[in-house]
T-cell receptor, first 116, second 109 residues
Framework: DAGVIQSPRHEVTEMGQEVTLRCKPISGHDYLFWYRQTMMRGLELLIY????????DSGMPEDRFSAKMPNASFSNLKIQPSEPRDSAVYFC??????????????FGSGTRLTVV | GQSLEQPSEVTAVEGAIVQINCTYQ??????LSWYQQHDGGAPTFLSYNGLDGLEETGRFSSFLSRSDSYGYLLLQELQMKDSASYFCAVRDEGTPLVFGKGTRLSVIA
């Protein structure tokens, strides 16, 4: 397997624009997680899915953020409208189990988002 | 909720041993994990401790004491490529991993 694939790697957008981040998890992994990383707040969990169903989105900062997982091979995270404070690295991760045991969570390469 | 404390920075000499500590507070406890992240890279899984004691994987070992809510990552025979950030992470029942702020390890010659 090629691992967790995220696109784009870098995104620069203007404030107010819609941003869509994409993720392809590892085949067979039942869990998919979206994390955001900043210097100030570290790695924060935004939302996670189990078998394509959103389980907990309490980490999504505002209604401007939304995430979907229409099938087992794809998830996207949308920000509309984007704001400069959304600038961060967004990671998608997938796992067989939620515990973190075994092989742990596999992270994608991340999308570095800059909102100007 | 969960909270984790780990040192923000550690510096060690190539070939030496370094220990990165992690203390945590959770309402429940379901394992302590460690991840490594190089600058510009993604976090990668290093180890998981579900029970007390030491887990060894090559040059890396991880220890857990549930009674002390404490664990550490031990890196032996340090190499320059070990320079990275190291994150401890815990979880409550039914919740995903919550990560600490990370410890930046600098290995110097």
């Amino acid at each position: 397997d090629a691992g967790v694939i995220q696109s784009p790697r870098h995104e620069v957008t203007e404030m107010g624009q819609e941003v869509t981040l994409r993720c392809k998890p590892i085949s067979g992994h039942d869990y998919l997680f979206w994390y955001r990383q900043t210097m100030m707040r570290g790695l924060e969990l935004l939302i996670y899915f189990n078998n394509n169903v959103p389980i907990d989105d309490s980490g999504m900062p505002e209604d401007r953020f939304s995430a979907k997982m229409p099938n087992a091979s794809f998830s996207n995270l949308k920000i509309q409208p984007s704001e400069p404070r959304d600038s961060a690295v967004y990671f998608c991760a997938s796992s067989l189990v939620i515990t973190g045991s075994g092989y742990g969570y596999t992270f994608g390469s991340g999308t570095r988002l800059t909102v100007v | 909720g969960q909270s984790l404390e780990q040192p923000s920075e550690v510096t060690a000499v190539e070939g030496a041993i370094v220990q990165i500590n992690c203390t945590y507070q959770t309402s429940g406890f379901y394992g302590l994990s460690w991840y490594q992240q190089h600058d510009g890279g993604a976090p990668t899984f290093l180890s998981y401790n579900g029970l007390d004691g030491l887990e060894e994987t090559g040059r890396f070992s991880s220890f857990l004491s549930r009674s002390d809510s404490y664990g550490y990552l031990l890196l032996q025979e340090l190499q320059m490529k070990d320079s990275a950030s190291y994150f401890c992470a815990v979880r409550d029942e039914g919740t995903p991993l919550v990560f600490g702020k990370g410890t930046r390890l600098s290995v110097i010659a």
